[in-house]
């Protein structure tokens, strides 16, 4: 076996009002080092953990066994510079990367559309997945049973995120919402999403940062479950952000603001006394999706 690595990105769900639907890919990865050895062996971040405890192993097996084959042995050595429970899609990750070391091993010839259809049979949903796959910005549903997908990979922005040292589990963020809306809450959501998802594709980033603060599908609902989130939404207006969103379900926020202000950004916000326990980063958009380099 040749050596390989595998690199999947983070990613961004919901992206404002695209709730459910809209995921970016952003530049913190998942690295899977791989090589050949005579018995399996997975270690994470240098400490050795029993495969059949392993997430991605098993997910990696899972996939094997639809195609009937049994995986090689190998040493495989996970880096992961994506944190979890923090919503930038750390479980995507995984099962992205759990997906594509099968593919490698087992020399499965996996389409990226055959990745997208087993990584949101996992996950439930293709929003974290197929920014994971394929970079950029992509807005996708589930018809039946094919998944549509639209990229867009030409977005000039910069984006910063502010990652508080506080897990929030999506299963919790989620049971907070709605079981349903109203009719007309509803259009007027679908309304915002939709418009949105215009001014981006038509580069007027102002328009689409406003919007995306305008969201009535999710942020209303799990705002009171972030810390500072009014607190780091204005003052990242103040300093040049066109809006500041959920990361996912959270806790993470993340802002969106014009090219060349990333850095100026995170630089003021990371003086800012109430955040001196966040993370505070200026991440570049991905747009490659899952790589592999020899």
């Not at 952000?241 to 990371?270: C, D, E, F, H, W």
Request: glycine share 8%.
């Amino acid at each position: 076996m040749t050596p390989f690595c595998i690199s999947v990105p983070a990613s961004s769900g919901n992206v404002g009002p695209g709730f459910d639907s809209t995921g970016l890919a952003l530049g913190l990865y998942l690295h899977l080092y791989v090589e050949d050895a005579n018995s399996l062996l997975f270690y994470s971040h240098g400490e050795s953990i029993p495969t059949e405890d392993h997430f991605i192993w098993n997910i990696a097996e899972s996939i094997a066994k639809k195609h009937d084959i049994t995986l090689p042995a190998c040493k495989i050595q996970e880096v992961n510079e994506i944190p979890l429970a923090r919503g930038l899609g750390s479980s995507a990750s995984a099962i992205v990367a759990g997906i594509e070391l099968a593919n490698q091993l087992g020399n499965l010839h996996l389409t990226p559309e055959q990745k997208l259809q087993y990584g949101t049979e996992i996950e439930g949903h293709p929003d974290n997945i197929a920014p994971s796959i394929y970079g950029g910005l992509i807005i996708s549903t589930v018809f039946a049973e094919e998944i549509e997908h639209i990229q867009l990979k030409d977005i000039d922005v910069d984006i910063v995120v502010y990652i508080p040292n506080v897990e929030l589990k999506t299963s919790i963020s989620r049971n907070c919402l709605p079981d349903s809306y109203k009719r007309d809450y509803a259009a007027k959501a679908s309304a915002i999403s939709n418009l949105t998802i215009a001014a981006l594709y038509s580069k007027d980033y102002k328009l689409a940062g406003k919007l995306m603060e305008e969201d009535l599908f999710h942020e209303p609902f799990r705002s009171e479950l972030i810390p500072n989130f009014s607190y780091i939404r204005e003052e990242a207006k103040k300093n040049g952000a066109y809006g500041t969103i959920l990361s996912g379900a959270g806790p993470t926020m993340l802002s969106v603001t014009s090219k060349g202000n990333g850095p100026m950004l995170r630089q003021y916000m990371s003086n800012l006394p109430l955040l001196a326990d966040y993370q505070i980063e200026y991440i570049p958009i991905d747009y490659q999706g899952i790589s592999i380099q020899d």
